[in-house]
């Protein structure tokens, strides 16, 4: 079994800043490309930003110049660094990573997601 646990949800103004962290557990033999999705009320889930495990990554259009996505040094680990928040950010964010487990098998794994309100 694999976890995806989020955290470093929360409030905040528009304009100000949240660092998203994620962590996967479990029987992991190898992380594969990570990212991160969200889903605002009455709307379909969508990309905000995923990261390869060598390292390249991608944005949303919506995001660009203001999010930064990054993996830890374990590489078991992804964060998302949110600046110059905007209202419509407002959303809950899901990790999710294709991992292979120490079965060999490669399946889609997501979080349970972090609620991120940006809001005056």
């Known amino acids: 079994q694999v976890q995806l646990v989020e955290s470093g949800g929360g409030f905040v103004q528009p304009g100000g800043s949240l660092r998203l962290s994620c962590a996967a557990s479990g029987s992991i033999f190898s992380i594969n490309d990570m990212g991160w999705y969200r889903q605002a009320p009455g709307k379909q889930r969508e990309l905000v930003a995923t990261i390869t495990s060598g390292g390249s990554t991608n944005y949303a259009d919506s995001v660009k110049g203001r999010f930064t996505i990054s993996r830890g040094n374990a590489k078991n680990t992804v964060y998302l660094q949110m600046n110059s928040l905007k209202p419509e950010d407002t959303a809950v964010y899901y990790c999710?990573?294709?991992?292979?487990?120490?079965?060999?098998?490669?399946?889609?794994?997501w979080g349970r997601g972090t609620q991120v309100t940006v809001s005056s």
């Open positions: 999710a990573g294709h991992v292979t487990s120490t079965t060999r098998a490669t399946t889609h794994y």
